[in-house]
Nanobody, 124 residues
Framework: QVQLVESGGGLVQAGGSLRLSCAASGRTFSSYVMGWFRQAPGKERDFVAAITWSGGTTYYADSVKGRFTISRDNVKNMVYLQMNSLKPEDTAVYYC?????????????????WGQGTQVTVSS
């Protein structure tokens, strides 16, 4: 069992930066692939980024590649999403999720545990 709690969301102007954090509880955190997803009003939940258990492999949606960076600290049981050069279209609720697949998963159905989400709003 893994419990996830996101933080770090807020209101930022276009071009600004935010760092989202996801605190995980559970002794087996380091064995999970971790991902970030986002959901804008009236839209489906979309994949943003994922990282393998070791942190050695990361994968990003094309829309955020080069602007967002996912990282993890298995000692602190934390996952981070550094978001730079933010755009109004990045506005959404951002969710942290854990998957027990061996490799990177970009579909939400492969993630077992989810946080409650944190709101990110980017003004133009």
């Amino acid at each position: 069992q893994v419990q996830l709690v996101e933080s770090g969301g807020g209101l930022v102007q276009a071009g600004g930066s935010l760092r989202l954090s996801c605190a995980a509880s559970g002794r087996t955190f380091s064995s999970y692939v971790m991902g970030w997803f986002r959901q804008a009003p009236g839209k489906e939940r979309d994949f943003v980024a994922a990282i393998t258990w070791s942190g050695g492999t990361t994968y990003y949606a094309d829309s955020v590649k080069g602007r967002f960076t996912i990282s993890r600290d298995n000692v602190k049981n934390m996952v981070y999403l550094q978001m730079n050069s933010l755009k109004p279209e990045d506005t959404a609720v951002y969710y942290c999720a854990a998957s027990n697949l061996v490799g990177i998963a970009i579909m939400s159905r492969y993630y077992t545990y989810w946080g409650q989400g944190t709101q990110v709003t980017v003004s133009s």
